[in-house]
């Protein structure tokens, strides 16, 4: 995907792929007439841009998924944490944490996270 954000509006688009894929490419063309008021040569342009981002697939007129939403939220938070805090996941933590009051809750899953990791390492 290369970490680039997706506008707003390609946002919606992967949305609606990432809900309904796989699907046929006139399915799609359908699924954006009807929530975005697309007209077919829009819905084909913003797809092949995607394709070409590595996020979907366009295969003989089935448009399936690469990358998914899961995939595609990691790459933007580890693009943000790289850019804003130099890659220093504990520089984000504790800025996040700065701005706002953890509850007990956060505290706990946060710290489950971290026994999971050094289980697994």
């Known amino acids: 995907m290369g970490g680039k954000r997706l506008g707003a509006v390609e946002l919606r688009f992967a949305e609606l792929i990432w809900a309904h894929a796989p699907l046929s490419s006139?399915?799609?063309?359908r699924l954006c007439a009807a929530e975005?008021?697309?007209?077919k040569?829009?819905?084909?342009?913003?797809?092949?841009?995607?394709?070409?981002r590595?996020?979907?697939?366009?295969?003989?007129?089935?448009?399936?998924?690469?990358?998914?939403r899961e995939e595609y939220d990691s790459d933007q938070?580890?693009?943000f944490v790289d850019e804003a805090f130099s890659g220093s996941l504990?520089?984000?933590?504790?800025?996040?944490?700065?701005?706002?009051?953890?509850?007990?809750?956060?505290?706990?899953e946060i710290q489950r996270m971290i026994d999971d990791f050094r289980r697994e390492t």
């Open 26 to 29: 006139a399915e799609l063309v």
């Open 41 to 52: 040569s829009t819905t084909y342009t913003v797809l092949k841009k995607l394709c070409d």
């Open 54 to 68: 590595g996020l979907f697939e366009n295969d003989g007129g089935t448009v399936r998924v690469r990358r998914t």
């Open 77 to 79: 938070s580890t693009q």
């Open 36 to 39: 975005l008021e697309w007209k």
């Open 90 to 108: 504990p520089a984000f933590l504790a800025a996040f944490a700065a701005g706002k009051k953890l509850e007990a809750e956060d505290v706990d």
